[in-house]
């Protein structure tokens, strides 16, 4: 039985900035965002609980350096941003005033230099294409957490550190806490615990050598981490905070798991069993010995649509056969996942926004669609 999306919203992006990234929705309900870069500009729009734009003009944050080299993040108020560059984690005020800057050491390669400056490296060749890292806040916008390059260009070095995962206060920048990540990264994204700020999820991609997934916890006094396997990807947190949804790195398993690690009863699912095979994809060799020309595999996307529900997709694995495919994943049934069926064409993977809603890019990819299921979900 497939689930029928209904239309709630459209979002329109806002930027028309040539070359600007995609739109998305960010934060949980109640402090909704959406958000958009440019090489140039932050855009944070705040948005009600049907997802129009609150009243006032939106929040626009100038930023330090192009957004190929680095990511950034939006308070959960809209004000401040947080750039994790190559060299530094910034934080920027909407005046375009930098409240404060952490410098760490280079994401490009071997580079050995702790820099002053974007300006120092913008042009050299060598640097063009750096790995990085990123930076998330906390439930309450109090606290950054942010996964740089070590060494700190103040502070002792961590013995034996390549990458490190810092806890900064968002006023001051303060560096509460500091931890080996146990990682060299070629990337990463933070996921917030949805309550407690003291929690947050880093998964980290190490390109073929795998993805490393730490849950950070913080006491006021002592962080402590759970390093997780080094083969999962975090995609999504359970509105409540105690469910995490993970893929493999190999795209092969989807699970429900706690913030240990610990796979949920029932809550594993492997894509070759678990989906169909794309209608239009050709049947499977039967040589035992030949590849399989057309796998089925979760993509690193989707999320937590409710404490009960996943939305996920095999948009990668489907593309050179025809339409993508959403799927709904109800976590309390055997006959677990459904495919999702909209009345118009989206594009791209879907996104859980919690509350029962999700989004997905419009095609021409210059609005975000939210959508929900007519029966409602606990």
Excluded: K, N
């Excluded at 401040?80 to 560059?85: D, E, N, P, R, S």
């Excluded at 080996?180 to 949805?194: E, I, K």
């Amino acid at each position: 039985m497939s689930v029928r999306a209904r239309l709630r919203a459209t979002v329109p992006a806002p930027l028309s900035a040539p070359g600007a990234a995609p739109p998305e929705i960010t934060g949980q309900p109640g402090r909704r965002l959406v958000v958009q870069r440019s090489d140039e500009v932050v855009v944070a729009q705040a948005l009600d609980d049907d997802f129009h734009a609150r009243p006032g003009p939106a929040v626009r944050f100038p930023a330090p350096w192009p957004r190929g080299r680095g990511a950034f993040a939006v308070a959960p108020d809209a004000g401040l941003a947080v750039f994790a560059g190559v060299h530094a984690v910034r934080a920027v005020e909407p005046s375009g005033a930098t409240r404060w800057e952490v410098r760490h050491g280079c994401w490009s390669g071997a580079c050995p230099e702790t820099h002053l400056s974007y300006e120092e490296y913008a042009d050299l060749p060598d640097h063009r294409y750096p790995d990085g890292g990123s930076a998330g806040f906390s439930a309450d916008g109090t606290l950054v957490w942010a996964h740089v390059r070590g060494p700190l260009a103040d502070g002792a070095p961590l013995p034996g550190a390549v990458d490190e995962w810092l806890l900064l206060d968002a006023v001051d920048g303060r560096v509460r806490a500091r931890v080996d990540s146990r990682s060299t990264a070629v990337g990463s994204f933070h996921l917030a615990h949805p309550t407690d700020p003291g929690q947050m999820g880093l998964s980290i991609g190490e390109g073929q050598d795998g993805a490393p997934l730490r849950w950070g916890r913080w006491d006021g006094q002592t962080l402590e981490v759970a390093y997780l396997e080094d083969d999962l990807c975090l995609l999504s947190v359970s509105p409540s905070g105690d469910r995490l949804m993970t893929v493999s790195h190999d795209q092969d398993s989807l699970a429900v798991r706690d913030p240990r690690g610990a796979v949920a009863e029932g809550g594993e699912w492997d894509a070759a069993s678990a989906v169909p095979r794309h209608p239009d994809a050709p049947p499977p060799s039967d040589d035992e010995d030949e590849d399989d020309e057309a796998p089925v595999y979760w993509d690193w996307a989707g999320g937590f649509v409710d404490e009960r529900t996943l939305i996920v997709s095999t948009v990668e694995s489907d593309e050179d056969w025809g339409r993508d495919r959403h799927w709904f994943v109800d976590t309390t049934t055997p006959a677990a996942v459904r495919p999702v069926v909209y009345p118009s064409p989206v594009a791209g993977e879907p996104m859980a926004l919690g509350g029962g809603c999700w989004s997905t890019l419009s095609e021409s990819r210059d609005s975000v669609r939210v959508w929900d299921a007519p029966t409602p979900r606990g």
